[in-house]
Every structure is written in C-alpha cells, then in structure tokens.
C-alpha cells in the first residue's frame, strides 16, 4: 500500500520577496517542496512561535553546504494538508532570527492558524 504524500504550498509575499534576493531557481523550490513534502515536521520548532519550524537549506546555486545556505521559516497545517512558508534569513546575513522576530512571527503564526484552523 502506496502512501498519499500531498500538501498544498503558500508562499507569503516576504518569503518570495527574500527567495527573489537570493537567486532561486525553480530547481530550488521543486527540491525545497519535495524535502518538506516528505518530511513536513523536519525543520525544529522555534521557540516563542506557536509552532513556526526553521528548515536549513542550500539552493542548488550556493556552493556553501546546509551550514552555508539559508533558514527557511514555514508553518505545517497538517489537519489541512497545507505547508505555509513564512520567510527565510541568508545564513550570511543572520546565524537565526531575534527573539523579537520570533515573538513577532508567533503573533503571526498564531493568526494563520486562526485563519485555517479556527
């Protein structure tokens, strides 16, 4: 017996926004979903977030390793197989969020699954 694997994606405007900047192709994104497709709970829970987990992850063009690439930031709605991905920070840029950006984000976490969830 062949398990369903299926969410849904949603990209919310800062994270298309920060993947522009940083140069992803579509390679990216199709091996970005298909990681996350098969393990949705892969990336740790940040804490002070209601539940947003930080996926490391290195675009095919980045020659820097897991370590080198990027954080990306996204919500797992599992009841509505749905995958929501937030935002991400270039591992140049930031080691991780603050955490203000982490209070922040949990207000707006907490607001999707309002949203999705009741």
């Known amino acids: ?3 369903q694997l299926s969410r849904e994606f949603v990209y919310v405007d800062e994270f298309d926004s920060r993947t522009k900047k ?4 579509s390679a990216d994104y199709y091996n970005m979903e298909q990681i996350l497709l098969l393990e949705p709970k892969k990336g ?8 947003l987990r930080k ?9 820097a390793g897991k ?4 954080r990306i930031f996204y919500v797992d709605i599992e009841s509505h197989h749905l995958i929501i ?10 080691d991780n969020l603050s955490d203000a950006e982490c209070m922040y984000l949990g207000k707006f976490v907490s607001k999707l699954k309002e949203l999705y969830i009741g």
């Open 1 to 3: 017996m062949m398990m």
């Open 22 to 25: 940083l140069g992803f192709t």
């Open 44 to 51: 740790a829970v940040m804490p002070y977030t209601n539940g």
């Open 55 to 63: 996926l490391r992850y290195s675009p095919t063009h980045s020659n």
């Open 67 to 70: 370590s080198g690439g990027c």
């Open 85 to 94: 991905l937030v935002t991400l920070i270039n591992k140049r840029e930031a």
